[in-house]
């Protein structure tokens, strides 16, 4: 979550846009169904949002989330990471 006291941009602004995404995510199940730069709200997917049961989040911009979507939910809303898959159907790859 963002701590809104660390950004000293206006909400407005060009730097907070580029320093903020917003994440869509299911009520239900946590499970992050969309993304967008800079602070968003519902309105983002206009009238069609009735046919989703979202909620959102704004959070500091980080790549490695961005890349990795699938590895996180949002949960009591708060984004967190899920835990590692564990399955002996696969060979750990090695580096």
Known sequence: MINENA??????SIEDF???MT???GKETGVIRGH?????DLSYYGDSIKDFNYDFI???????VLNNLVKFIVKDGEL???P???????????F
């Open 7 to 12: 950004i000293k941009f206006s909400k407005d």
């Open 18 to 20: 580029n320093k903020t």
């Open 23 to 25: 994440l869509f995510y």
């Open 36 to 40: 967008a730069q800079g602070r968003q």
């Open 58 to 64: 704004v959070v500091e911009k980080d790549d490695y």
């Open 80 to 82: 967190m990471i899920k």
């Open 84 to 94: 590692e898959t564990k399955t002996n159907k696969y060979k750990i790859a090695s």
